[in-house]
């Protein structure tokens, strides 16, 4: 039996680079050796303000890119969280299994209530209906970015908290890294991950950037002192960081790279960058445009939270039993 891959993303803002090196691309990669659910998780968009119509927009805009970037939702199952009421169910249950003080530690919510101006318990409870996500469907592989590792080890505590006091219930998920490109970082603070919410649009490469907005964001990308093409995350980030966008999207190594660019220059290094991008996207591009005003995506969602959800009662069943809140 082929093991259980997790992953989501939140509809909260276009998709960038970060996404589709940390995540997408790995789905898609690996797509054919697991049993996949893919989700477009709205309730943990909902965890900062959102304009409903927008929301409700991205959400069919992720599905699609899904669709573009090569998931086979004949092969994946691919939905909408809110439209498996298990997630909230057991997001509750779980509520009552997590440490308020595990969940202060979590970073990624340390560096949003900065950010945000309405501090939501949403927003702290996160990764509890993050861990719902991922336990409700017996997952062994959760595929993304280096900044959710921490996630995930809560939500390996969460289960095993519950194994210990009623018996094996949940399965232990692991993090899957990417092969490259863990944690992709702005093009203009190399010292920050590129992200939906960064306000500098410059540094960050949207999946629907034209080739003219890729060059322009390439040729202003700031660079490290000295001129060489090497990895030394320490000293040089930036380039550190566009050397692993480039061996990500084009699969050469970085000694495969010293030896094509030792001795050119940034300015050239960065121009083909450009074009390594442009022409890995530019194929995405044009299937995302001829699948977005599809009714078809409506009906692949809906059949996706069917298949979730066949899965996914029998572990809420189960669950209620062990804990007694069902008659
Ligand atoms: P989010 O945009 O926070 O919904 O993230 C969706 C997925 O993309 C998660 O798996 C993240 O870990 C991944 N991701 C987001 N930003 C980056 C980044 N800068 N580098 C690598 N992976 C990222
Ligand atoms: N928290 C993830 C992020 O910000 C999104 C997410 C929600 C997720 N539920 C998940 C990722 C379950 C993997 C598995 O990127």
């Not at 970037?69 to 691919?78: K, Y």
């Not at 919510?109 to 993050?130: C, N, Q």
């Not at 660079?223 to 320490?234: A, F, Q, V």
């Amino acid at each position: 039996m082929k093991k259980r891959v997790f992953s989501g993303i939140k509809p909260s803002g276009d998709l960038h680079l970060g996404n589709y090196i940390g995540a997408l691309s790995q789905w898609v990669a690996h797509q054919h050796e697991y049993d996949n659910i893919f989700c477009i998780v709205d309730l943990h968009a909902i965890t900062v303000p959102q304009n409903p119509h927008r929301l409700q927009e991205q959400t069919k805009s992720i599905a699609a890119w899904y669709i573009a970037a090569g998931i086979n939702p004949d092969e994946s199952i691919m939905f909408v969280q809110s439209d498996n009421p298990d997630h909230t169910y057991l997001g509750w249950i779980l509520n009552c299994f997590t440490g308020i003080g595990q969940l202060g530690r979590m970073t990624q919510y340390k560096d949003k209530k900065e950010k945000t101006e309405f501090v939501s318990v949403g927003l702290f409870d996160y990764p509890a209906l993050m861990a719902a996500d991922i336990l409700l469907y017996d997952t062994q592989f959760v595929p993304v970015g280096e900044d959710q590792k921490q996630h995930i080890e809560l939500t390996r505590d969460v289960a095993e908290r519950i194994n210990g006091q009623y018996g094996h219930i949940f399965t232990i998920p692991e993090y899957m890294p990417p092969i490259a490109g863990e944690r992709i970082m702005s093009l203009q603070q190399p010292d920050k991950k590129m992200s939906k919410s960064e306000s500098d649009p410059n540094g960050t490469i949207n999946l629907s950037d034209t080739p003219d907005q890729i060059r322009e964001k390439l040729r202003i990308a700031v660079t490290d002192s000295g001129n060489e093409i090497i990895i030394d995350k320490k000293n040089k980030p930036a380039i550190t960081n566009l050397i692993t966008i480039y061996q990500a999207l084009s699969g050469k190594t970085p000694q495969q790279l010293d030896a094509e660019y030792s001795g050119k220059g940034y300015k050239i290094f960065k121009q083909d960058l450009g074009e390594v991008i442009i022409q890995h996207l530019s194929p995405i591009q044009t299937r995302y445009s001829e699948i977005i005003h599809s009714k078809a995506i409506e009906k692949t969602l809906t059949n996706g939270a069917n298949k979730a959800k066949e899965i996914s009662t029998t572990k809420i069943q189960q669950v209620r039993n062990v804990i007694g809140i069902s008659q």
